[in-house]
């Protein structure tokens, strides 16, 4: 199970919000690049950077923050927040980003995100971002009325590299993830499924690790890292299955 430490940018400053409230943004460091290398040294593979400017304002905000970042990680790095366009997601690609994470435009567009997928086969990640089991878009300040199964089995046969499902309620509050709603979104379709929102300690990553045969690819990481209540070398460890 792949262990994404989150970097989320806001005003060009690692930051961590509650329940995607903007305003209500705590503040970690104002060098996402160093925070990038420092995870690097933790052992990480992958990164899960959001621009939340972007995904409020429609379009990257922080790409500076977001190149710095590129530059400072020898790994892979996984890119959300204002990306809706193919001209927006495929200037990423060439400039270094692993995969591209899409959630507004996979529901007002998706023709253009399955589009996308099939020119660029397992490099599209959809953001499947749910208050009360519906989808909510425009930076979680929008929410629709299609539940979240729905929206994620229209991408099963497009080329999708997997589903990123957050709980909005639990996120950045340290809540626990919500393993049950997660397993639940894996195994009623086919794609991997990445879980992000409330984990709180090494028991969220015990909890999700053996379900990687239900479909379970990763989990993202954010606000237990920075507050210490989570030990990186450690959950890579359990979510490699290693004791």
Request: proline content about 4%; overall charge negative.
């Amino acid at each position: 199970m792949i262990i994404f430490p989150a970097i989320d940018l806001k005003g060009g400053n690692v930051v961590r919000l509650a329940e995607g409230d903007m305003d209500r943004a705590t503040i970690y460091g104002n060098n996402p690049g160093e925070q990038a290398a420092r995870f690097a040294e933790a052992g990480a593979s992958w990164l899960h950077v959001v621009d939340l400017d972007g995904a409020v304002a429609g379009e990257p905000v922080n790409a500076h923050a977001v190149e710095s970042i590129l530059q400072r990680f020898p790994g892979k790095v996984q890119l959300g927040g204002g990306i809706r366009t193919r001209e927006g997601a495929e200037r990423w690609l060439e400039l270094g980003v692993a995969r591209v994470v899409i959630g507004t435009a996979a529901l007002k567009d998706p023709e253009l995100v399955k589009a996308l997928a099939a020119d660029h086969p397992g490099r599209v990640v959809v953001a499947v971002d749910a208050r009360d089991g519906m989808v909510a878009t425009e930076g979680w300040a929008s929410v629709s009325d299609l539940p979240v199964e729905d929206l994620a089995r229209r991408f099963e046969d497009a080329g999708v590299a997997a589903l990123l499902f957050t709980d909005i309620g639990r996120d950045g509050l340290l809540k626990g993830c919500n393993v049950e709603a997660t397993l639940a979104l894996a195994r009623a379709q086919s794609l991997p499924v990445i879980a992000s929102g409330g984990v709180a300690d090494i028991e969220d990553i015990r909890a999700l690790a053996p379900h990687t045969a239900d479909g379970i690819e990763g989990v993202i990481t954010g606000r237990a890292l920075y507050d210490g209540r989570l030990d990186l070398a450690e959950a890579l460890r359990v979510g490699t299955g290693a004791r």
